[in-house]
């Protein structure tokens, strides 16, 4: 058992630790005064189940785990699909399964695996080798996915895929002019989502975002009431437990997507600081264990990796201070939720077990 202790990176887990405890110190101020008053506990119980896994894959010799990339992206492809058949509906989106009395959400860990088999899949050729096909070919393997995922609907998970797209090529040392191709193909995505795609509350929710004082009342309610509580904080707060906006419940959905807006109000700016220091330093040391990775594809993995919690980082930050539209992507340690949780682990235990063959060799 101490060899397997050993196995974990000692400069992560304390920031993960560290991280881990203000989203619970969070999670329960969020939670009091409310039927969510054991929150907390709930995610604590998340949080465990998350370092028991994390402990196992950062003792797993990475090669064994991306042996399994293909038949995982297969199964999380049909997770996808039943998902949309059988599927719990909530709130008009059909994104969970019911097992066990919990619920499940397939698209969290289906972005995990989607990096894991991109990586695993460019990264057993040469650069050198890798032209306009195998990008095209990569670029579906992403997009497919984010196809389903739209269906259900839930744009903000589909948005979390993107780094995946942008990361990996640029790993890849591919020319400018491929990385601005593809940036375009985005963007006229984009307009094509616009008028096609997207349902009308999510383009309400962009107008909102152009124009926050046109419905206080009604769907620019949550972005205002979080603004409101982060302006509140000051600079270092109003106390643990005792946010005006968070304990009188002026803040909706506080334990998930607006829970950096319990923290900002409670910790003030000092506190912002921190949690983004602390976020600072988890980046870092992802991209440290990218440097040393032994193999293209771990080191794409790792890449990526940073991409997707980057990305988390600034769309849920920036959402809650009213400088993006309200997505609904959860601040990874911070937002309660089992699926993503759970998600978040792996990813570390992969990188822990990368860091850790590093070492060993």
Not at 10 to 39: D, E, F, H, M
Not at 178 to 206: F, I, N
Request: proline share 4%; hydrophobic share 50%; aromatic share 10%.
């Amino acid at each position: 058992m101490r060899e397997r202790f050993r196995a974990l990176d000692s400069r992560l887990l304390w920031v993960l630790l560290a991280l881990i405890t203000l989203g619970t110190l969070t999670l329960y101020s969020a939670g009091r005064n409310t039927p969510q008053a054991g929150i907390w506990l709930k995610q604590s119980l998340w949080n465990l189940l998350g370092m028991m896994l994390m402990l196992l894959l950062a003792t797993t010799d990475p090669r064994r785990i991306f042996r399994y990339a293909f038949p995982s992206y297969l199964l999380g492809l049909l997770a996808l699909a039943a998902v949309l058949v059988v599927g719990k509906k909530i709130g008009g989106s059909t994104r969970w399964f019911m097992i066990a009395g919990q619920t499940f959400q397939p698209s969290e860990l289906m972005k995990w695996i989607t990096l894991l088999y991109v990586s695993q899949r460019l990264g057993s050729q040469n650069a050198d080798t890798v032209g306009r096909l195998e990008l095209f070919g990569a670029a579906g393997l992403v997009v497919f996915p984010m196809l389903l995922i739209q269906r259900q609907p839930d744009l903000g998970m589909a948005l979390s895929f993107l780094p995946i797209l942008l990361i990996i090529p640029l790993m890849k040392g591919f020319r400018a002019r491929w990385v601005l191709a593809l940036l375009l193909l985005l963007g006229l995505g984009g307009v094509g989502a616009w008028k096609v795609v997207l349902k009308p509350y999510q383009k309400q929710r962009v107008m909102i975002f152009l124009d926050p004082s046109s419905d206080l009342q009604g769907k620019g309610y949550q972005v205002n009431q979080s603004r409101i509580a982060i302006g509140a904080g000051g600079l270092i707060g109003k106390g643990f437990t005792s946010g005006s906006q968070t304990q009188l419940n002026f803040l909706p959905v506080k334990t998930t997507d607006f829970a950096f807006s319990v923290w900002a109000e409670e910790r003030g700016f000092m506190g912002v600081l921190l949690a983004l220091g602390l976020f600072g330093l988890l980046l870092s040391r992802i991209l440290d264990a990218a440097q040393a990775a032994h193999t293209n594809a771990e080191a794409y993995f790792c890449a990526g990796a940073a991409g997707i919690f980057a990305l988390h980082l600034l769309v849920n930050v920036g959402m809650v201070a009213g400088a993006l539209p309200n997505k609904g992507m959860v601040l990874p340690f911070f937002s309660a939720g089992g699926s993503s949780t759970l998600s978040f682990f792996l990813a570390l235990g992969l990188i822990m077990g990368i860091l850790h063959r590093s070492r060993v060799k």
